[in-house]
T-cell receptor, first 110, second 112 residues
Framework: SQQGEEDPQALSIQEGENATMNCSYK?????LQWYRQNSGRGLVHLILIRSNEREKHSGRLRVTLDTSKKSSSLLITASRAADTASYFC??????????FGSGTRLQVQP | NAGVTQTPKFQVLKTGQSMTLQCAQD?????MYWYRQDPGMGLRLIYYSASEGTTDKGEVPNGYNVSRLNKREFSLRLESAAPSQTSVYFCASTKDWPDTQYFGPGTRLTVL
């Protein structure tokens, strides 16, 4: 079963708008990571947030982590058409490997 | 650096055939991973190798075997392919757990 589950499954916005994706997980974690996947390509790492951190920024990306609610959110500000992709959260689910959610498909309309 | 490379990019097999997917990384990473991704879904871990000389099962290991040939190379073998193994296979590596994982471009496998 998937450790992380993203919400929504699909999101369509206009260029310039903000996009927010959420991730919920089930067990305790050491860190949570977000990845992006363009259609037909491999995954690219976006950001890692450790369990003792509450918020982290990287360029137009903002990630929050609430370990009490076992949830995380990824905010992309001022979205661009090039941000169109699937976004996955991943957690360390008890073994030395990541467990991925099923992803949010983001479509940014120009 | 080429990063993580995978061969082949595409493969079509008949049920019962065998094949090996190759993965290599040139980043001197310690850990390597094999995932499969089915349409519209996230990645599921098949096997991983935390360090050279060790391998461990992931979430969906049945029907697969792996070999950590050396620090650079980690291969995935399908002994008797089944249609349920039709998927896109990704290899990944990381320097140390639980750091960023770097992914290869994937192998698209179809089993008829």
């Amino acid at each position: 079963s998937q450790q992380g589950e993203e919400d929504p499954q699909a999101l369509s916005i206009q260029e310039g708008e903000n996009a927010t994706m959420n991730c919920s997980y089930k067990t305790s974690i050491n860190n949570l990571q977000w990845y992006r996947q363009n259609s037909g390509r491999g995954l690219v790492h976006l950001i890692l947030i450790r369990s003792n951190e509450r918020e982290k920024h990287s360029g137009r990306l903002r990630v929050t982590l609430d370990t009490s609610k076992k949830s995380s959110s990824l905010l992309i500000t001022a979205s661009r058409a090039a941000d169109t992709a699937s976004y996955f959260c991943a957690t360390d689910g008890g073994r030395r490997a990541l467990t991925f959610g099923s992803g949010t498909r983001l479509q940014v309309q120009p | 650096n080429a990063g993580v490379t995978q061969t082949p990019k595409f493969q079509v097999l008949k049920t019962g055939q065998s094949m090996t997917l190759q993965c290599a990384q040139d980043m001197n990473h310690n850990s390597m991973y094999w995932y499969r991704q089915d349409p519209g879904m996230g990645l599921r871990l098949i096997y991983y190798s935390a360090s050279e000389g060790t391998t461990d099962k992931g979430e969906v290991p049945n029907g697969y075997n792996v070999s950590r040939l050396n620090k650079r190379e980690f291969s995935l073998r399908l002994e008797s392919a089944a249609p349920s193994q039709t998927s896109v296979y990704f290899c990944a590596s990381t320097k140390d757990w639980p750091d960023t994982q770097y992914f290869g471009p994937g192998t698209r496998l179809t089993v008829l």
